[in-house]
């Protein structure tokens, strides 16, 4: 389209869109786009976003989401993207193609011979249809920005390593373990098994959600690894349901003990350094 | 550069492993522990590995073959304070050394040979 659009096209374009700045500016205004928005800030956003729109049409860029015209409008387009975002989804979604019609129909006013007046319709709707995409663009890489640190916070919550007795740990898995944060977690306890010096580690599964083959590997190559340091791994808090499905999948977790409840696995652990619990003299229920 | 040295503790031979064991160091090792422990009849060998950083296969395998080799002359082998990323990476390469005795501490290690264990 670029190719088509000749230099008189252009030349009829840019001072289209100098000249009727400001009809175009109080069309953009009353759009749903801008409807939103303090007067005053429309206004201002209106003339960069045309500031911007003017000056990929004078160069021939408005095929290029990244052309420096759209980026001196990111600001702008990242107001408007964030919006959306925190707005109703699906069609009641702000959406800049409304700008187009406007557009279009001042175009069409200037009273250029047919060719022109097509050839400029369709530089500015490829302009606009552009920008859309560079909105698209800045909502699809917010979006991934909150994942990803969401992310983060979710794995360094789900991993606290619990001291239950001297030489006893505890880590309480919850939710789904993908193979980040099972990482993050076996790191934590190994961690925490040369600092505390504990002879028995209690991988709590009470709160994930499923076991699969992977997330059963996982904790299988974390009590082999914690077995390399010296320390032995319980495993607990294994749902009948899950204990079901780890046998129809083919799991076996071999040599690693596993009991059903954490209290089982407490008590298990304590024998294996040499404590008991027993019932004190003076208790009254005695 | 490594430098591996061999301390006698009672009728235990405890050997401390500091930075990167070669190939070279590790056959080293495995022919000088069993000419020791053949020679002063110990019961155990204790191994502390915790100043040891980068482990490979090689080196998994000769901890593995010393430890047959001492189980032959009736001294059991114990490897003591393996480091949290080398205990990873043993297990990610699939050695996990079954039938190894590990312990956290030289002191929980010598504890695994029972009594008559001698004081320094």
Not at chain 1, 29 to 50: N, Q, W, Y
Not at chain 1, 184 to 210: F, K, M, N, P, S
Not at chain 2, 79 to 90: F, K, N, S, Y
């Amino acid at each position: 389209m670029i190719a088509g659009t000749n230099q008189t096209v252009r030349d009829g374009l840019t001072e289209f869109l100098k000249i009727r700045r400001g009809d175009i500016e109080r069309a953009w205004a009353a759009t749903p786009v801008f409807t939103s928005k303090r007067p005053a800030d429309a206004a201002e956003e209106c003339a960069e976003l045309l500031s911007g729109i003017r000056q990929v049409i004078e160069t021939g860029t408005e095929e290029d989401p990244s052309a420096d015209g759209f980026s001196a409008v990111r600001t702008v387009l990242g107001s408007l993207a964030s919006r959306s975002a925190g707005g109703p989804s699906g069609s009641d979604r702000p959406d800049v193609t409304v700008l187009k019609a406007p557009l279009l129909r001042l175009w069409g006013e200037q009273g250029h011979d047919e060719d022109v007046t097509n050839a400029g319709a369709l530089a500015l709707s490829t302009a606009i249809n552009t920008l859309r995409i560079a909105v698209l663009e800045i909502e699809l890489s917010a979006g991934a920005d909150t994942i990803l640190s969401q992310r983060q916070q979710l794995t360094e919550l789900s991993t606290p390593v619990i001291k239950l007795w001297d030489g006893i740990l505890a880590i309480p898995l919850i939710g789904t373990l993908d193979s980040s944060r099972g990482q993050a977690a076996t790191e934590a306890l190994l961690q925490q098994i040369v600092a505390q010096q504990a002879r028995v580690a209690i991988l709590d599964i009470t709160g994930v959600t499923a076991v699969d083959t992977l997330v059963a590997q996982h904790l299988l190559k974390t009590a082999m690894a914690a077995r390399l340091m010296g320390a032995e791994c319980v495993i607990s808090g294994i749902r009948p349901q899950i204990a079901q499905t780890m046998v129809q999948l083919g799991i076996d977790l071999g040599e690693v003990a596993t009991r059903a409840t954490l209290a089982d696995a407490f008590s298990h652990a304590l024998r294996k350094i040499g404590m008991a619990i027993t019932r004190s003299d003076n208790e009254p229920g005695r | 550069m490594s430098a591996t040295s061999v301390i006698e503790m009672g009728d235990v031979l405890l050997v401390t492993v500091q930075g990167e064991l070669t190939d070279h160091d590790a056959v080293a090792l495995q022919q000088d522990l069993a000419a020791n422990v053949a020679e002063r009849s110990s019961r155990g060998v204790l191994i502390d590995v915790s100043g040891m950083e980068i482990v490979d296969s090689f080196l998994a395998r000769t901890l593995h073959d010393i430890a047959a080799a001492t189980e032959l002359l009736a001294a059991k082998t114990v490897i003591v304070g393996m480091r949290p990323e080398v205990a990873i990476t043993l297990v990610e390469l699939g050695l996990t050394l079954p039938g190894l005795a590990t312990a956290l501490t030289v002191a929980d290690g010598l504890a695994e040979f029972g009594d008559g264990v001698r004081p320094l």
